[in-house]
């Protein structure tokens, strides 16, 4: 493989300047996979634990990145140790048939998450349009101008994967400046709220809503759909895939973990900025079943923030929500076509051709279904892609484990152990979810 730090500099000489601004430039592969993660779901979920429970459950987000931080540290180290992608790694030592199983999982998984973002996005649109035409929300939906919208996004970016000849650059610039929107969105709307500083290190302690403080019954099912969305393991997978297309070597793990700590500390941030905002303003005043949509919890905050709210809030749900958009179809397309031996890189005619497909599956399910309840969507196309998890967390497991990986290849014996704790989360996850299924 390629050294991406060969310089023609003398041997062991680093010029700790050049080095600094490369690791600068490093950054962006964790980027992307936060901007996949910190969806709609992701959104919503958060949004609704604050409405619900208060600050009790700020520790959830910090302890779900704390662990999406070490799995994509993982996928990035995997990325850079092996000459191929992990798929074309499962096809060489376990078969074809079995790396096929992997793509087409991953791309069923990626299918539902699509539906869901598509239908997040009609419905950030739709506060938007409400704002700057003056018109009710009837109206917008009914004159089909969400809908307009949507399609065209949907056009637009279909045209830019086939009209740019490289990929990674262009989305990996666009993504920072979603993520840097989200963040803008949310923090002005914390500002505005005024949150209780001691209240929010209370909440960053482990423990369980009790009723007699205010808070319902635990509702387990939106604790668990929030830390599957965050622990996205399709995600993490997908870094092994980034690294390699950002022509990192075995030389550049340290910068790996640096970009894995950082840009997954962001998703972080953002997802407790959301439920603190969400546990301060609106805890006690109403209940979820209230809140049909993320967006509904900015038409909610605009008695207390007035219309910016409603603009702040939905211009960070749609950053959110177009950023998953984009490269939850890369991410679909990308190992599909691996998965079937046509190789894993996103400039690829092949990959391009099943990303467009993953928008256009989406896309035509979320007008077709999406319409009529965008949160029973949302939420079940996340516990839906649990089911799936446990699939790319063994294969995970299974290459970190090869006794060749020795030397400079070696994987600490804590990623493995961190690994194995990933795996059995969840494992749990889809037990849990197909047991809830099935009742």
Not at 276 to 291: K, M, N, P, S, W
Not at 335 to 353: C, E, K, P, V
Request: charged share 10%.
């Amino acid at each position: 493989m390629t050294n991406s730090n060969d310089s023609g500099s003398a041997p062991g000489f680093v010029d700790q300047s050049q080095d600094k601004r490369g690791l600068f430039k490093s950054f962006g592969p964790a980027i992307i996979v936060a901007s996949v993660v910190l969806g709609p779901g992701s959104i919503y979920l958060a949004s609704a634990i604050g409405v619900e429970f208060g600050y009790s459950l700020l520790w959830v987000p910090l302890l779900s990145t704390g662990l999406m931080i070490c799995l994509v540290m993982i996928a990035a180290r995997l990325g850079v140790i092996y000459e191929r992608t992990l798929c074309e790694e499962v096809a060489h030592r376990l078969g074809r048939p079995v790396a096929i199983f992997v793509g087409v999982t991953v791309f069923l998984i990626i299918a539902s998450f699509q539906t869901s973002n598509n239908a997040a996005i009609l419905f950030a649109i739709d506060p938007l349009l409400e704002q700057f035409t003056g018109r009710s929300s009837e109206e917008v939906r009914g004159q089909g101008m969400s809908i307009s919208i949507l399609v065209a996004l949907n056009g637009f970016i279909i045209f830019v994967l086939f009209g740019l000849r490289r990929l990674y650059t262009p989305v990996e610039k666009f993504l920072m400046a979603l993520v840097m929107i989200m963040m803008i969105g949310f923090v002005v709307n914390l500002a505005f709220a005024g949150p209780s500083f001691l209240s929010i290190t209370k909440g960053l302690i482990p423990s369980i809503p009790q009723p007699e403080e205010g808070a319902r019954d635990l509702n387990w099912t939106l604790v668990i759909g929030f830390f599957a969305t965050t622990v996205s393991i399709a995600g993490a997978f997908y870094q092994s895939y980034l690294v390699k297309e950002k022509g990192w070597g075995i030389n550049d793990v340290k910068r790996g973990m640096t970009d894995s700590l950082l840009g997954i500390a962001i998703l972080g941030i953002i997802s407790a900025i959301i439920m603190i905002t969400g546990a301060e303003v609106l805890f006690g005043t109403i209940t979820i079943d209230e809140i049909g949509t993320a967006a509904d919890v900015g038409r909610q905050l605009e008695p207390f923030f007035g219309p910016a709210a409603v603009i702040l809030f939905s211009l960070g749900l749609f950053a959110g929500a177009f950023s998953s958009f984009l490269v939850n179809a890369m991410i679909g397309g990308t190992l599909l076509a691996d998965g079937l031996g046509y190789g894993g890189r996103l400039d690829q005619t092949s990959t391009r051709i099943f990303t467009a497909f993953a928008l256009l599956l989406g896309m035509g399910l979320a007008l077709a279904f999406g319409g009529t309840a965008p949160a029973v969507i949302i939420t079940f196309a996340q516990a839906l892609t649990v089911l799936g998890l446990p699939v790319l967390a063994l294969v995970m497991l299974y290459l970190v484990t090869r006794p060749e990986l020795s030397g400079i290849r070696t994987v600490p014996m804590w990623m493995k152990i961190v690994l194995g704790i990933g795996c059995i989360v969840v494992i749990l996850l889809a037990l849990r979810t197909a047991w809830n299924l099935l009742t």
